[in-house]
C-alpha cells in the first residue's frame, strides 16, 4: 500500500495543526507532493454510518466536503460512489483494525474518481479532542528520503559499542596472561573469571535456540514479549553495573565498606547497583513514551552489548567462522525467505522486530534512534531507525578474538584494527543497500563476509592463518 499524510488544521487563532497516517491506493488517485499544492476541505464526521447505502446520510451534509465513515459491510469503491454522487470531495475511512493495503476491482468503478484513504479510527478520535469538532483536511504523499541522518547516529553507536567491547576483552586477556606468571594474582584473577567459552557444539547449539525463539515469538508474541522485556531489564541492569563498576574501580576514592553477610562490601558499588535497577525500571514503566525512552533503552542496549562481547569468549576463528556463517544463514532467511511462507507474505524478522500484527509492545532488542527526515513513513509505519542487538553482538565477537589474539601474538592491534575497520565498511555498506531498496535488510549479509574476509587476509598476509585458525589451542 502507497502511504501518505492527512494534514488536519483546527479553526483556533492561530491554528492548531497536526498530521496523521493515512493508506491510499496510487493506481485510483495521486495525491500531490506538497501542501503547497494541497487543496482543505471541512472535514464532516460520519463514523456513526459505514455509507453503505445513500439513505443513510441526509442530504446535502457531504456537499464540497471531506467525509469520514466506518470500515465495514461494503467495498471500499462502492461508498467512494455514494459519496461522490453525494457532492464529497474526499473520503476518508476509518479503521479499528490495522491498516491495510485498499485493493478493489477498479474497472467496475470507472467513474469514481474521489480521492479515497484509509486512516485509524484513533485517529479520528485525536483529531476531535486536539483540533476540536470544526476541522479542515487536505491529502498529501511526500516522496521518501534517499537518506535519514538517524543512520549516522546508530553507524556511530554500533561502531563505538563493537571498538570497545573488542578492547575491553583485550584488557581482561591481558590481565588472564599476567595472572599465569604470578600464582598470587592467578588466584584472585579465578574468582573474578566471568567468561563463558563457545565451542564449535555450543555454537550450533546457540544458534538452534535462536531459530526457536524467534518462531516462538512470532506465533506467541503477545505473551513471550513480556518475558523478554523482563529479562531485558534484568540482564540490562547486570550489565550496566559491570560497565559502570570497571570505570568506578579507577576511581581512587569512595572506597570504604560495611559488613554485609560475612562479606566487606564497597559502600559506592551499593549505591552503583540501586543506580543500574532504577534505570532499568525506569525503563520498564516508561518504555512506550516514544520522545525519550529509546535513549534509556539504547544505554541500557550498549551495556547489554558491551558486556555479552566481554562475557563470551570465541577460543579460535573456527568458531566465529561457524558462529557468523550459521547466524548469517539465520538471518537471510528469516528476513528474505520467510515472506514465500508467511500468510501476509511478511518477514519473519522484521515483523517480530516492529512488532507482530500491529502490537504496541515492542522488543527491547534493537537500537532505536528517531529517524530526523520528515515522511509518511514515520507516521504510518518505523519512526525510528532500528539495528539489532545481534548486528551488534555477533561480528563484536569477532573484533574481540581478534583483539586477544593480538594481545596473545603481541601482534601491534593489527587484528584488532582491521576487523574494526571491516565492521564500519559493513555498515556502510548496509546503509547503502538499505536506501537503494527502500526496505529491511540482514545487516550480517554484509558484516560477516566484510569481517571474516579481512581476518582471513590478515592472518594469511601475517603468515599466522594455522595459529589464528586454532586459536590458543595452536601448537608449533
Avoid at 6 to 18: C, E, F, I
Avoid at 36 to 52: I, W
Avoid at 68 to 75: D, K, L, Q, S, Y
Avoid at 218 to 246: E, G, H, R, T
Wanted: proline share 4%; with cysteine.
Amino acid at each position: 500500500a502507497d502511504e501518505g499524510i492527512l494534514h488536519a488544521s483546527g479553526n483556533s487563532v492561530p491554528p492548531v495543526t497536526k498530521d496523521y497516517c493515512i493508506i491510499y491506493n496510487s493506481n485510483w488517485i495521486s495525491l500531490p507532493k506538497s501542501l503547497d499544492n494541497a487543496t482543505f476541505r471541512t472535514l464532516e464526521n460520519l463514523t456513526s454510518t459505514v455509507l453503505c447505502n445513500s439513505s443513510e446520510v441526509p442530504s446535502g451534509l457531504m456537499k464540497d466536503k471531506a467525509v469520514v465513515v466506518m470500515r465495514g459491510n461494503c467495498t471500499f469503491l462502492e461508498k467512494a460512489r455514494i459519496a461522490q454522487s453525494a457532492g464529497a470531495k474526499m473520503l476518508l475511512i476509518a479503521s479499528k483494525p490495522r491498516l491495510s493495503s485498499l485493493s478493489d476491482n477498479k474497472t467496475d468503478f470507472e467513474d469514481v474518481t474521489l480521492p479515497v484513504a484509509l486512516i485509524r479510527y484513533n485517529d479520528i478520535v485525536d483529531m476531535q479532542l486536539t483540533l476540536g469538532n470544526e476541522v479542515n483536511v487536505t491529502l498529501y504523499s511526500p516522496p521518501l528520503p534517499e537518506f535519514d541522518f538517524s543512520m549516522v547516529i546508530i553507524f556511530l553507536i554500533a561502531v563505538f559499542t563493537v571498538a570497545l567491547g573488542g578492547y575491553w576483552s583485550g584488557v581482561a586477556e591481558l590481565e588472564n596472561l599476567k595472572a599465569i606468571t604470578s600464582p598470587g594474582e592467578r588466584e584472585t584473577r579465578q574468582k573474578k573469571e566471568e567468561n563463558v567459552t563457545f565451542t564449535p557444539v555450543t555454537v550450533i547449539l546457540f544458534v538452534v535456540i535462536c531459530c526457536v525463539m524467534l518462531v516462538l515469538l512470532y506465533f506467541f508474541y503477545k505473551w513471550l514479549v513480556y518475558v523478554i522485556i523482563s529479562v531485558f531489564c534484568l540482564a540490562s541492569a547486570m550489565s550496566l553495573y559491570n560497565c559502570l563498576a570497571a570505570l568506578v574501580g579507577e576511581i581512587p576514592f569512595g572506597q570504604c565498606r560495611i559488613a554485609c553477610c560475612n562479606k566487606n562490601i564497597e559502600v559506592r558499588l551499593i549505591f552503583l547497583a540501586i543506580f543500574c535497577i532504577a534505570a532499568a525500571v525506569v525503563w520498564a514503566v516508561f518504555r512506550n513514551e516514544d520522545r525519550w525512552a529509546w535513549i534509556l533503552q539504547d544505554i541500557l542496549g550498549v551495556a547489554f552489548c558491551l558486556n555479552f562481547i566481554r562475557t563470551l569468549k570465541m577460543p579460535n576463528f573456527k568458531s566465529c567462522v561457524i558462529l557468523l556463517g550459521l547466524l548469517l544463514l539465520y538471518d537471510v532467511f528469516f528476513v528474505f525467505i520467510t515472506p514465500f511462507i508467511t500468510k501476509n507474505g511478511a518477514s519473519i524478522m522484521v515483523e517480530v522486530a516492529a512488532g507482530p500484527f500491529g502490537n504496541s509492545e515492542k522488543l527491547p532488542v534493537v537500537i532505536r534512534v528517531p529517524r530526523l527526515e520528515y515522511s509518511a513513513s514515520t507516521l504510518c509505519d518505523m519512526p525510528f531507525s532500528l539495528l539489532g542487538f545481534g548486528d551488534i553482538i555477533v561480528p563484536g565477537l569477532l573484533v574481540a578474538y581478534c583483539r586477544r589474539f593480538d594481545v596473545q601474538t603481541s601482534s601491534s592491534s593489527v587484528y584488532y584494527i582491521s576487523c574494526t575497520i571491516a565492521y564500519a565498511i559493513g555498515m556502510v555498506l548496509t546503509f547503502i543497500v538499505l536506501a537503494l531498496m527502500k526496505m529491511g535488510q540482514p545487516a550480517l549479509l554484509y558484516l560477516v563476509p566484510c569481517t571474516l574476509i579481512t581476518s582471513s587476509l590478515v592472518a594469511w598476509r601475517r603468515k599466522e592463518m594455522k595459529k589464528f585458525w586454532k586459536g590458543s589451542s595452536y601448537q608449533v
